[in-house]
């Protein structure tokens, strides 16, 4: 399945050393098309800087799948792949709490993920998730906060003659919280809700399909990516090279989110521009009706072992905390303000 690798620009244009040294070349595989930007610019970057942090001794040669994505995180995990850069909830059919480390649903936005994977206890469930499979999980990059965009208000009673377009666990919870049909976002100018990753850009294309935004986006679809690496192919690699590799998937991880907010920032720009979109309140009936979707979907991605369990736990015990946090941060910011006279001080 795997078709003649390409070696990436990464190494190409790199001086050989006085000292021959050795190099290990790693195989990659991305489930996005090659872009300047975005997902489609992740690899190449990511290639580029392990080149140049490594000074060459680590290269990434990207290759062609001709196979399904779950397919590609298999072969990965047993070594005809070395790399693969996806999104955690296409392996919801192996374990459906992957999707937690996609898109939770009713959960964080991108700073509080971040958080949670790196000082929450997110990244020690991912890890042993995917363990299992033989795979050792990197965050390496954020679309960004997918507003709720709307064609009008809907409350809960109007969900079972709306089209929703959403991805992973919040997908399942607009179905749980009883829309009439749910689809992908490949389908999202056809959709009355869109919750999904593609939403931005399906309107900055075609300005008018949406005519609101809710105040809230209401699932905080965050849209994290992942890097999947093989992990006997990460053993071959030293300490120190494993330690670059990390700081090389944060540094993308970082230009991930400057291209997340570029891209908001073109569609609020575009004719007729999202900002423009007058904010709606989420209806209280919605409201509700979403909040106890997430707590059922949460709920069955737990019961299913003891791996989803501890994630969800995990997750949950983080949720709690960021809410904490920011009810702090609201009240400080409050009080100085009173104590400033009601200024913005």
Same mark, same amino acid.
């Given at each position: 399945?795997?078709?003649?690798?390409?070696?990436?620009?990464?190494?190409?244009?790199?001086?050989?050393?006085?000292?021959?040294?050795?190099?290990?070349?790693?195989?990659?595989?991305?489930?996005?098309?090659?872009?300047?930007?975005?997902?489609?610019?992740?690899?190449?970057?990511?290639?580029?800087?392990?080149?140049?942090?490594?000074?060459?001794?680590?290269?990434?040669?990207?290759?062609?799948?001709?196979?399904?994505?779950?397919?590609?995180?298999?072969?990965?995990?047993?070594?005809?792949?070395?790399?693969?850069?996806?999104?955690?909830?296409?392996?919801?059919?192996?374990?459906?709490?992957?999707?937690?480390?996609?898109?939770?649903?009713?959960?964080?936005?991108?700073?509080?993920?971040?958080?949670?994977?790196?000082?929450?206890?997110?990244?020690?469930?991912?890890?042993?998730?995917?363990?299992?499979?033989?795979?050792?999980?990197?965050?390496?990059?954020?679309?960004?906060?997918?507003?709720?965009?709307?064609?009008?208000?809907?409350?809960?009673?109007?969900?079972?003659?709306?089209?929703?377009?959403?991805?992973?666990?919040?997908?399942?919870?607009?179905?749980?919280?009883?829309?009439?049909?749910?689809?992908? +976002? #490949?389908? $999202? !100018?056809?959709? /009355? &809700?869109?919750?999904? *990753?593609?939403?931005?850009?399906?309107?900055?294309?075609?300005? @008018?399909?949406?005519?609101?935004?809710?105040?809230?986006?209401?699932?905080?679809?965050?849209?994290?990516?992942?890097?999947?690496?093989?992990?006997?192919?990460?053993?071959?690699?030293?300490?120190?090279?494993?330690?670059?590799?990390?700081?090389?998937?944060?540094?993308?991880?970082?230009?991930?989110?400057?291209?997340?907010?570029?891209?908001?920032?073109?569609?609020?720009?575009?004719?007729?521009?999202?900002?423009?979109?007058?904010?709606?309140?989420?209806?209280?009936?919605?409201?509700?009706?979403?909040?106890?979707?997430?707590?059922?979907?949460?709920?069955?991605?737990?019961?299913?072992?003891?791996?989803?369990?501890?994630?969800?736990?995990?997750?949950?015990?983080?949720? +709690? #905390?960021? $809410? !904490?946090?920011? /009810? &702090?941060?609201?009240? *400080?910011?409050?009080?100085?303000?009173?104590?400033?006279?009601? @200024?913005?001080?």
């Amino acid at each position: 399945m795997l078709k003649g690798a390409i070696v990436g620009a990464a190494g190409a244009s790199l001086s050989t050393p006085a000292i021959a040294q050795s190099t290990i070349t790693l195989t990659a595989v991305s489930i996005w098309p090659t872009a300047d930007a975005g997902p489609g610019a992740l690899a190449g970057r990511f290639a580029d800087r392990m080149a140049t942090l490594t000074d060459g001794r680590i290269r990434i040669e990207m290759a062609e799948w001709n196979g399904d994505a779950l397919s590609l995180y298999r072969a990965t995990g047993d070594g005809q792949v070395d790399i693969c850069f996806a999104a955690e909830d296409l392996w919801a059919p192996l374990n459906p709490s992957y999707g937690l480390f996609a898109s939770p649903p009713g959960g964080l936005t991108a700073g509080e993920f971040e958080g949670w994977i790196a000082w929450g206890g997110g990244g020690d469930a991912w890890n042993a998730l995917a363990e299992q499979s033989g795979v050792a999980p990197f965050l390496i990059g954020d679309r960004g906060l997918s507003p709720a965009l709307t064609s009008r208000a809907f409350d809960a009673e109007d969900l079972p003659t709306v089209t929703v377009a959403a991805s992973g666990l919040a997908a399942q919870v607009w179905e749980k919280a009883g829309a009439g049909r749910v689809v992908g +976002e #490949d389908q $999202a !100018a056809s959709a /009355a &809700i869109c919750n999904a *990753a593609d939403c931005i850009d399906v309107y900055s294309r075609t300005p @008018g399909v949406y005519g609101a935004r809710y105040d809230v986006a209401v699932n905080h679809v965050n849209n994290a990516l992942s890097m999947n690496v093989n992990r006997s192919a990460l053993s071959r690699l030293s300490d120190s090279d494993r330690k670059l590799m990390k700081i090389a998937a944060n540094a993308e991880h970082i230009q991930q989110r400057g291209d997340a907010m570029m891209r908001s920032l073109r569609a609020s720009a575009a004719d007729g521009a999202l900002g423009a979109l007058p904010a709606v309140a989420t209806p209280p009936g919605l409201a509700t009706a979403l909040l106890f979707a997430s707590s059922a979907v949460l709920e069955e991605v737990g019961a299913h072992d003891r791996y989803a369990s501890d994630a969800v736990w995990s997750l949950q015990l983080h949720a +709690e #905390d960021a $809410a !904490a946090w920011s /009810a &702090i941060g609201e009240g *400080a910011f409050l009080e100085a303000r009173a104590r400033n006279g009601g @200024g913005a001080k």
